[in-house]
């Protein structure tokens, strides 16, 4: 069936530098995507969204790109910082029910 | 201050209950979902309303049960026909004009005596 998934498990980064968080997904339909952040025994958060008819989208300190030629959409942090650590999922949509389809998510670890 | 809120934050169960999870909104959202998520996975679909009265099941619905009576409130029964129930439970909220963007209460840990 059609599956939304993250390339990296887990990923850290320094302080200040740009983080970059990839996603695939299978369903050649979906027309939405979104991305979402959760702390650890908290729900997910809204970060920021994107429609297929955009390739960019910016949002403070993040970017979300995707290419639908090859399925690929990614999140991108500016100047990660500590408050910035948490799993981070993405998401997709597709059809008349507009349900999301989630991936596992991708642990981001900021280093000092 | 508008937002969704879910209760209680720990849920204990004991075999062969049943418990009920509370999820209440103030979005004046049409649309509600109740996820489940497992440690280190991602979010699947238990139901989901569209609207009041009306209820549909998602992808792991077996062993759940909800209702719709009103528009701000969808609970969630966890019976005792779930034999794996210990989860990270999530409600979420959408509108009707922006269905597809979800909105998610803080979760609520159900763990098994």
């Known amino acids: 069936g059609e599956s939304v998934g993250l390339h990296l498990p887990t990923l850290s980064v320094q302080e200040g530098d740009n983080s970059i968080i990839n996603c695939a997904y299978s369903n050649s339909a979906s027309d939405y995507f979104i991305w979402y952040k959760q702390e650890s025994g908290k729900g997910p958060q809204f970060i920021i969204d994107?429609?297929?008819?955009?390739d960019k989208r910016q949002g403070q300190r993040v970017t979300v790109l995707l290419n639908k030629t090859v399925k690929h959409l990614s999140l991108q942090i500016a100047a990660t910082q500590p408050g910035d650590s948490a799993v981070y999922f993405c998401?997709?949509?597709?059809?008349?029910?507009?349900?999301?389809?989630f991936g596992s998510g991708t642990q981001l670890t900021v280093l000092p | 201050d508008g937002g969704i809120t879910q209760s209680p934050k720990y849920l204990f169960r004991k075999e062969g209950q049943n418990v009920t999870l509370s999820c209440e909104q103030n979005l004046n959202h049409d649309a509600m979902y109740w996820y489940r998520q497992d440690p280190g996975q991602g979010l699947r679909l238990i139901y989901y309303s569209q609207i009041v009265n009306d209820f549909q099941k998602g992808d792991i619905a077996e062993g759940y049960s909800v209702s719709r009576e009103k528009k701000e409130s969808f609970p969630l029964t966890v019976t005792s026909a779930q034999k794996n129930p210990t989860a990270f439970y999530l409600c979420?909220?959408?509108?009707?004009?922006?269905?597809?963007?979800?909105?998610f209460g803080p979760g609520t840990r159900l763990l098994v005596l």
């Open positions: 979420a909220s959408s509108s009707r004009q922006g269905i597809e963007t979800q909105y």
């Open positions: 994107i429609r297929s008819n955009m």
């Open positions: 998401a997709e949509s597709s059809g008349s029910a507009r349900q999301l389809t």
